[in-house]
């Protein structure tokens, strides 16, 4: 049976899980409807490279000063996306694809002189939500907040150029928290699941209605898989004595990531 102290570490994992499925769900919906499959891995990327960036050349560097780089990064990118809509909408898949690429690249030559860089690439792209405390997910809370409050109770706002940066907000909090897989893993997963199999062309409305009640259910789903998520990970991570491998090794934790677990 799980111990106070492991509720102490898994209680953050799973309320972060949470507030990102919660967030990312309509936005994925957004994103399938656009067709912009892989804006998600760019920004996401992008955003990561702002942080491997911080983490080299400035290694005492406040949090908040990493978080306004990999945002502002981040919002760089989703208004070059924007543009690159407006004036090459039929190129925009293959821009998008091509500045994930650029990104993930200066990212490893940034590291490729670090002698932990490896571990840092995995960190960056895998995440590692155990990490996770109560101090990160109350600084990432209001973010999201903000982000669903502006989606449901302004809706045109996702046809403008707001919807870019809406995303860019999520994707630079979800990527310090959970890393680049699972943060295209939860935005288009949901959005996938939520067509209509009657209809496959069709996409659900959002906010829900007759024709979102798949959409709905996606939600609880992924809410429910972040959870059973951070209770695997939750064990995985314990060793026969029931000491938590974080506690034991929070030295060996990779430079890019200490800003944010301190």
């Known amino acids: 049976m799980l111990s106070i102290e492991l509720l102490e ?55 908040w000063m990493a978080q306004s780089v990999a945002l502002a990064c981040a919002l760089l990118a989703g208004l070059f996306f924007r543009f690159i809509e ?3 909408p039929r ?13 993930a690249s200066l990212a490893l030559l940034l590291l490729a ?27 990432h809370a209001p973010v999201y907040a903000i982000i669903l409050s502006l989606w449901f109770l302004m809706p045109r706002i996702r046809r403008s150029i707001w919807f870019y940066i809406l995303f860019a907000m999520a994707i630079t909090s979800s990527v310090q928290l959970v890393g680049v897989y699972v943060v295209f893993a939860s935005l288009i997963i949901p959005a996938l699941s939520s067509v209509r199999a009657a209809r496959p062309a069709t996409m659900p409305t959002w906010p829900p209605g007759r024709r979102s009640t798949s959409a709905c259910g996606t939600i609880l789903l992924i809410a429910s898989t972040a959870s059973a998520g951070a209770i695997v990970s939750l064990a995985a991570d314990t060793d026969k004595t029931g000491i938590v491998i974080r506690e034991r090794s929070t030295s060996r934790v990779p430079t890019l990531v200490r800003p944010f677990i301190n």
């Open 91 to 103: 190129q925009q898949e293959a821009v998008i694809g091509t500045s994930f690429i650029l990104a």
């Open 9 to 63: 570490i898994v209680g953050p994992a799973l309320a972060a899980g949470l507030m990102i499925a919660l967030t990312h769900a309509p936005l994925g919906i957004e994103v399938l409807r656009r067709g912009i499959i892989f804006i998600d891995l760019a920004i996401a990327q992008i955003a990561g490279l702002g942080l491997v960036a911080v983490g080299l050349y400035m290694k005492d560097a406040p949090w």
């Open 113 to 139: 002189d670090s002698p932990h860089g490896g571990e840092e690439v995995r960190h960056l792209l895998s995440g590692q939500v155990l990490f996770v405390t109560w101090p990160h997910v109350l600084a």
């Open 86 to 88: 407006r004036k090459l």
